[in-house]
Nanobody, 128 residues
């Protein structure tokens, strides 16, 4: 059974930083084969959007809205996903989710339909 558990959300002032974590268990392919992992967010009144993904070879992709401010990474065991968020803005306020797929990103890593495995989310609130 695959489990993804996010942590690290909270409240921060504009310009501040947060680091989100997502622990992954039960997905054999994450450790031994191709995979794609990503961070999504759902801002108030908007659809869930992909903001950063990382492929099994370490290739990363970012949504334009977070490029240069957010960094996606993994630990050496590839079972923990991170999102370093810097220079946060009020428009970054959202519920943040991690997602994992047992296949490479293949250019689809920022689309919700690429994933069957999701975490429960962690709230990030940025005040001006």
């Amino acid at each position: 059974q695959v489990q993804l558990v996010e942590s690290g959300g909270g409240s921060v002032q504009s310009g501040g930083s947060l680091r989100l974590s997502c622990t992954v268990s039960g997905l054999f392919e994450i450790v031994y084969r191709d995979f794609c992992m990503a961070w999504f967010r759902r801002r108030p009144g908007k659809d869930r959007e992909g903001i950063a993904d990382i492929d099994s070879d370490g290739t990363t992709t970012y949504h334009d809205s977070v490029k240069g401010r957010f960094i996606i990474s993994q630990d050496n065991s590839k079972t923990t996903l991170f999102l370093e968020m810097n220079n946060l803005k009020p428009e970054d306020t959202a519920m943040y989710y991690c997602a994992a797929a047992d296949q490479g990103c293949m250019g689809w890593g920022l689309t919700t339909s690429h994933y069957y495995n999701w975490g429960q989310g962690t709230q990030v609130t940025v005040s001006s």
